[in-house]
């Protein structure tokens, strides 16, 4: 590595992350490794962030900063950082997230000698209110297919696991900008669709994740758009499988799981779509026969289970609703979640 070349380039794109963005800076800025650069993208921040970490720029070399003019959502955010990246590597990070001390050199130390991976996974922590407060851990070493399991959204690693190639990245399209949440889901799975060379590493963490149960962004992606949004980006993705080839059996349950699940999830809107909210369940579920992705009869016992979780009568009568509830549960196998030890059925 030729002196003041960048190797590896960090997007953080941010939007009215107050002091936390100036720590998520400094964590980057603290890393010795000199072939790095970070791209901060303010997302039209309200709230003087983004002009702090402006005043950090101008004293930090390694630090690059983009003002979009109005707010536009995090792909764009992101997708905008990447058209100003340098290197040959990029890395995604949150501006409330902090980077692990000293871990960058690894990271790039790796990536170059895996010259045959379109992008490679590390270990992502989370924490509340500082790194080491929580014990979760998201990236680590999987031998189980990772496309059924995002299908599932149970997810194999989230935004700051991977480390890409820019090429590969520029090569799938970057975020899709349309999408107001799920993005990087989306990206993931389409790059897993495209025959991604990938290689998992066990590793201290890179990333430490923050978790904010109130944040917006979780707020969106529970709402009736989003809900929706997932249920179409799901045909979307099995379309495009259909043209790869690579859908199978476990792909196809994973699917249907999902429109399963976002169907029932159609009643926590009751109140915005009143008495149709079990229709529009079933209109999700039938991309499950539209795609033939499980046999008719579990389509039918699928179209009864949406009903019976929409009826709220069932909620007086706890006892007969749990029976039916293990009764479906029995029928419809791994196209249900397992239920916690912890959680009882008691409400459809």
Not at 15 to 33: D, I, L, T, W
Not at 213 to 224: C, D, F, K, M, N
Request: charged share 25%.
């Amino acid at each position: 590595m030729s002196a003041g070349e960048v190797i590896i380039s960090v997007v953080m794109p941010n939007y009215n992350k107050g002091e936390q963005a100036r720590e998520a800076v400094q964590s980057f800025a603290a890393q010795p490794f000199p072939g790095k650069e970070l791209i901060f993208t303010d997302d039209g921040s309200e709230d003087g962030s983004g002009e702090a970490v402006r005043a950090m720029a101008e004293t930090l070399p390694c630090v690059k900063y983009i003002a979009l003019p109005e707010n536009s959502g995090g792909g764009a955010a992101r997708n905008a950082g990447v058209r100003q990246a340098s290197g040959e590597f990029l890395l995604f990070m949150d501006s409330d997230d902090l980077m692990a001390p000293d871990v960058l050199g690894t990271t790039v130390e790796k990536a170059l000698a895996a010259e045959d991976c379109d992008f490679i996974t590390f270990p992502m922590g989370f924490f509340h209110r500082t790194p080491g407060d929580s014990d979760r851990l998201i990236g680590l070493p999987d031998a189980r297919p990772p496309l059924p399991r995002f299908l599932r959204r149970d997810h194999p690693w989230l935004i700051s696991s991977p480390l890409w190639r820019k090429s590969f990245f520029e090569k799938i399209g970057g975020f899709d900008e349309s999408l107001t949440s799920q993005q990087d889901y989306d990206l993931h799975v389409r790059a897993l669709i495209a025959g991604a060379r990938f290689r998992q590493f066990e590793t201290p963490v890179s990333v430490y994740y923050r978790q904010d149960t109130e944040s917006i962004p979780r707020a969106v992606s529970q709402s009736l758009d989003s809900l929706q949004m997932r249920a179409a980006l799901i045909k979307r993705h099995l379309e495009a499988m259909t043209r790869a080839g690579v859908r199978n059996i476990e792909t196809d349950r994973a699917a249907a799981a999902q429109l399963l699940d976002l169907a029932q999830m159609m009643r926590w809107h009751k109140n915005t779509l009143r008495h149709t909210s079990a229709a529009e369940g079933l209109r999700i579920w039938m991309a499950a026969h539209e795609y033939k992705l499980i046999s008719p009869e579990e389509y039918g016992v699928g179209m009864g289970y949406i009903r019976f979780k929409h009826n709220m009568l069932w909620n007086r009568m706890p006892r007969i609703q749990r029976n039916a509830e293990l009764r479906f549960r029995k029928k419809l196998g791994d196209l249900l979640p397992e239920l916690s030890p912890r959680k009882s059925v008691t409400r459809a």
